[in-house]
């Protein structure tokens, strides 16, 4: 639709009718306009999978690997396919907007949300954010980039002002957003909770000036859910669509501001054009509508089946960090394998917070080594001392009271405790339960059959009264009053409150969990059952057994639900629990031992050293099993390179606060985050940024700079061309990384920063060259005092190599300016 078409349909609309548009109608949904032909347009939460409207176990998802997994990738291709299924995803569901990428950074190790990020380094998050924007919006969905910007902590995040300088906040945090609306087109952009040096950023010049005004973009830029907070302030920002609704600061309030004159008409204008083209972009006008619940197209040459995508991604994303001939492990030696750990049997495939999905199914690690070795190889599992907080009530010992089927009953029920709504539900977590006219209580029961006896321990979670019953007999009982305003903790994860009960093995229970419905409480309600703890030494002591036993073991271990999710920021970076005792005990047992780790950001690992191999899966998403098996088993090569630094303590890592002091959280070390920062304070990391290995081995034998004037990109400084032979005896890829340097600059800079990479594949005793594009940019450097692009000439390292901290090949560029202002290079051998 041209830019006259949409003025038209702008001149049918009254003030009134404008300022209609510009809150949500619902919570996922915006308003409709008959009158212009616009229906509304409904978004989704979508980094892992697109839920959709509803919070409902009963609608599943596609679940992606998570998208620290996704930033190991170093592809852009596979990214690019994924944003495609996050895009047909949305099709079925009828969704419009997928609020996704998350385009902040790991600043620190202990980000609570780091799962949900793709990297340290704003070159890889800006191409790989970008490249899963494209995926999406080539199947007219629209992508939504977030949280703009410097969003990158959970600590106070709904009032934290992050205090940087104008440079940092050029070069590293603000190049993702760029990428996202220069080279990747998005169509809606999220503004953060946060404030940037004093400023909420809902009412902050950043929207306009570089985002709008600067970068072009043209979408429609929405708030985070709930973060706008003023009427006319925010309204004369460059903020579009408040979200949700249909209560909001602007509604009524705005409408009265302009009529007022303390908001423009001009300004509602731009702001009703831009959505109507996100609407025209997606179909939401009359003339270009589809029909938006059709089923996804059946796969062809240019899809892939889901589930074999996202199979692919899990080995893609996996980072071999260690390897002494253990992996990969050959099936035709094993008689026996020994499965060590609970996350073996119940992976942790997606991170904790608003971004959930509930997935078609889950692949586990146990099931998928079972099925890939066969009857042949006897397989045993041993889950290690108990791990984490009490799962929820649900599974095979779980039966709805009501029809006997595995699962519990929820129930809505008035006042006078008189049944409106009851259904069966598969679990005692209920997101959104449903709320007919008069609901008063929400009651989750289930006939509980315990599989062994003793002291159990059942929870129910939420604000407001609470009780829980068990056969009568309560556990909870009382007032517990909602002490956040944090979403993610009211509507997604409320605290539990929690009771014990001797329970005999095999005589069923009737328990039953009730919480009432509050104002501003929420009414996500979660029950949940644990059984008595084993003995720490007769777990541990088992899992050594039978380790010992077997010809060789895996172990999996990682975070949990309380350990790393939206809402909060970690405290430690140890592994909860009995873990570390865990691996130590399984290594000391079985030399053929392989530590999986199942987390979505660095933990630390006193054992690496001791360690016969170590594998990072990440949060795998649904094919966690499948895929982890297909490189364990040699089936797939693990492809990952880290995306963020990790370090071997805490207390090493050079950057970690995330914790305000008054209100305030300064970015101090400026542009020196990630590896930059381990370089600048001459520190060695447990493992370096880009650092992964395959099951073949490289030498890296040359490298060749040369000029790129008059590529098609038009944006390209120079490319660097790195010759490399496989010295293994597998086909693998190899990710050739290049990072720039420039000692004696007059400008403070990091030590070096990545400014190219590329993936190459050789067979065993094959030679390969590979052609890594390095952009103007990353020679550029923002200048505070003239506020504009620089470039100082001169003379620039140009190292190449596997990781940040292993650069085999250097040469030297001469960047200077040629007749018309431009920079032209010139290589010549490093001495």
């Known amino acids: 639709m041209t830019q006259e078409e949409i003025a038209r349909l702008l001149d049918k609309l009254d003030p009134r009718q404008k300022v209609r548009l510009l809150t949500g109608a619902t919570t996922w949904r915006t308003a409709d306009e008959p009158a212009v032909g616009l229906r509304a347009m409904t978004m989704s939460d979508g980094p892992a999978g697109v839920r959709g409207e509803s919070w409902d176990e009963r609608n599943t998802s596609a679940l992606l690997p998570c998208a620290s997994a996704v930033g190991a990738m170093w592809d852009e291709d596979l990214a690019e396919r994924l944003g495609a299924l996050l895009a047909r995803e949305a099709k079925a569901k009828g969704v419009d907007v997928v609020l996704a990428p998350t385009l902040n950074l790991h600043r620190s190790p202990l980000g609570g949300r780091h799962f949900e990020c793709y990297s340290e380094d704003p070159e890889l998050t800006a191409r790989t954010g970008a490249a899963l924007i494209r995926g999406i919006q080539a199947h007219g969905v629209a992508a939504t980039a977030k949280h703009y910007v410097a969003n990158d902590s959970e ?53 306009a000036r570089p985002l709008k005004e600067e970068w072009g973009f043209d979408g429609v830029l929405v708030s985070d859910w709930g973060a706008v907070r003023s ?117 942790r495939v997606q991170g904790g917070g608003s971004a959930g999905v509930h997935p078609r199914h889950v692949s586990t690690p146990l099931a998928a080594l079972r099925a890939a070795l066969g009857p042949a190889v006897r397989v045993v599992h041993e889950p290690g001392p108990a791990l984490g907080a009490p799962p929820f009530l649900g599974g095979p010992g779980c039966r709805d009271p009501r029809d006997g089927r595995t699962g519990a009953l929820l129930r809505v029920l008035d006042a006078d405790g008189a049944e409106l709504y009851a259904g069966h539900r598969e679990s005692g977590r209920q997101i959104e339960p449903p709320l007919p006219p008069g609901a008063h209580t929400v009651e989750i029961s289930a006939r509980l059959l315990p599989g062994v006896g003793g002291i159990w321990t059942l929870g129910v979670g939420g604000f407001g009264r609470m009780s829980l019953t068990v056969d009568g007999t309560p556990l909870v009982d009382g007032v517990f009053p909602r002490e956040t305003d944090d979403p993610a903790v009211v509507h997604v994860n409320p605290p539990s409150q929690y009771g014990e009960i001797a329970l005999a093995a095999g005589h069923p229970v009737l328990v039953v969990a009730r919480r009432e419905l509050a104002e501003d409480t929420g009414r996500a309600t979660l029950v949940t059952a644990a059984p008595p703890r084993p003995d720490r030494a007769t777990a541990l002591a088992r899992a050594v057994d039978a380790a010992r036993a077997a010809d060789a073991a895996v172990v999996l271990v990682g975070t949990t639900q309380d350990s790393e999710s939206e809402g909060h920021d970690r405290t430690t970076l140890a592994l909860p629990g009995d873990q570390d005792a865990l691996v130590r ?138 010759r490399l032979r496989n010295t293994g005896g597998r086909p693998g890829r190899e990710v050739v990384q290049v990072y720039l340097a420039r000692p004696g600059s007059a400008v403070e800079r990091p030590v070096r920063w990545l400014a190219g990479y590329a993936a190459v594949e050789a067979g065993p005793g094959g030679t390969v060259t590979a052609v890594v594009r390095v952009p103007r940019r990353a020679l550029h450097h923002w200048s505070p005092q003239e506020h504009r692009w620089l470039t100082e000439p001169g003379a620039y390292e140009v190292h190449a190599g596997p990781s940040a901290g292993q650069l085999l090949l250097t040469t030297v560029v001469d960047v200077r300016p040629t007749a018309d202002g431009d920079f032209a290079g010139e290589r010549f051998p490093y001495r």
């Open 155 to 207: 600590t106070e995040r709904l009032t934290v002002s992050v205090d940087l300088d104008e440079r940092t906040l050029r070069e590293v945090y603000l190049v993702p957003f760029e990428a996202a609306v220069r080279a990747a087109r998005v169509r809606a952009v999220m503004c953060g909770y946060n404030a940037v040096n004093g400023i909420t950023l809902a009412e902050s010049p950043l929207l």
């Open 585 to 722: 005990a399984v290594i000391a047992a079985q030399p053929r031992t392989v530590v999986v780790v199942n987390s979505g950001g660095p933990v630390e690992m006193p054992w690496r050293e001791e360690a016969p191999a170590v594998l990072l899966a990440w949060f795998p998403g649904q094919e966690a099993g499948a895929g982890l098996a297909d490189v364990l088993l040699g089936a797939a090569e693990p492809g990952g390179r880290l995306p963020t630094t990790w370090p071997a303590t805490l207390a090493d890592a050079p950057v970690s606060a995330t914790r305000p002091v008054d209100g305030v959280l300064r970015y101090a070390e400026g542009p020196h985050i990630g590896h930059r920062a381990w370089l600048r304070e001459h520190r060695t990391p447990a493992y370096w940024f880009g650092h992964g290995l395959g099951y073949t081995t490289w030498a890296y034998e040359s490298s060749s700079v040369h000029h790129a004037t008059g590529t098609a990109d038009g944006e390209s400084a120079f490319t660097v061309s790195v």
């Open 231 to 347: 009427t006319a302030p925010a309204a004369r920002a460059a903020l579009d669509l408040v979200m949700p609704g249909p209560e909001s600061p602007w509604a009524e309030d705005l409408l009265r501001a302009v009529e007022e004159g303390h908001v423009p008409l001009a300004a509602i204008d731009d702001k009703v054009v831009r959505l109507l083209r996100l609407a025209d972009r997606v179909g939401a006008l009359d003339r270009t509508a589809p029909a938006r619940t059709a089923p996804p197209p059946a796969p062809g040459k240019d899809q892939e089946d889901p589930g074999a995508l996202l199979r692919r991604a899990v080995a893609a994303g996996s980072v071999l960090l260690g390897n002494r001939g253990v992996l990969p492990l050959d099936p035709a030696t094993l008689t026996s394998l020994a499965v060590i750990g609970a996350q073996a049997a119940d992976p």
